[in-house]
């Protein structure tokens, strides 16, 4: 069985500083990892995917996402905040091979203040 | 490039009573996926087409929930006789090997309350 976790429901974090969300994983084999992103009655949206290579994987908006496989771990960072980037983050995990879902964790809010 | 469609977009109905929501994919993407996502959770796989045929349902309440996806494109996702329990968001979802299968295109969803 494969699964996400997001330890935080909420982060807060001002407006041009940095910010991470966490996420963990447990799947069989090599992981193809994901983060969505949901705005106040919208569906979710694609931010960036990590199927294999570098760690270190860029998305829209200026995010990025590391995959630590020792860590089990694909973190959701910025290095600039924007009060626009208040939304709720959703960390996904599928094997990939053969066929497998999409698991979603429960999500993480995001506040940024200005 | 038009995003997905889904309808209505709230609903409110008593318990036992029978709902119908309705998805149209972007248009020829193959793959089609309704999710369900409860306040607090992130959303749940109900199913999977690939075009017309079912390829995941595992997780659909049968006795009382129904997909289909006739010609392969619109899909309508029915619950009959509703609980209580089903209040929830229900997201509908398309993707396409042109713009990578993993990545996920979801309609603004249908918001449904069961009094």
């Known amino acids: 069985a494969q699964s996400v976790a997001q330890p935080e429901d909420q982060v807060n974090v001002a407006e041009g500083n940095p910010l991470t969300v966490k996420c963990t994983y447990s799947?069989?084999?090599?992981?193809?990892l994901f983060w969505y992103v949901q705005y106040p009655n919208r569906g979710l949206q694609f931010l960036l995917k990590y199927i294999t290579g570098d760690n270190l994987v860029k998305g829209s908006y200026g995010f990025e996402a590391e995959f630590n496989k020792s860590q089990t771990s694909f973190h959701l960072k910025k290095p600039s905040a924007l009060v626009s980037d208040s939304a709720l983050y959703f960390c996904a995990v599928r094997r990939p091979s053969g066929y497998s879902t999409l698991t979603f964790g429960k999500g993480t809010m995001l506040l940024v203040s200005p | 490039e038009a995003g997905v469609a889904q309808s209505p977009r709230y609903k409110i109905i008593e318990k036992r009573q029978s709902v119908a929501f309705w998805c149209n994919p972007i248009?020829?993407?193959?793959?089609l996926y309704w999710y369900q996502q409860i306040l607090g959770q992130g959303p749940k796989l109900l199913i999977q087409f690939q075009n017309n045929g079912v390829v995941d349902d595992s997780q659909l309440p049968k006795d009382r929930f129904s997909a289909e996806r006739l010609k392969g494109v619109d899909s309508t996702l029915k619950i009959q006789p509703a609980k209580l329990e089903d209040s929830a968001v229900y997201l509908c979802?398309?993707?396409?090997?042109?713009?990578?299968?993993?990545?996920?295109?979801f309609g603004s969803g249908t918001q449904l309350s069961v009094l």
């Open positions: 799947v069989s084999g090599n992981p193809y």
């Open positions: 979802a398309s993707s396409s090997p042109y713009s990578g299968e993993e990545k996920l295109f």
């Open positions: 248009s020829g993407h193959a793959t």
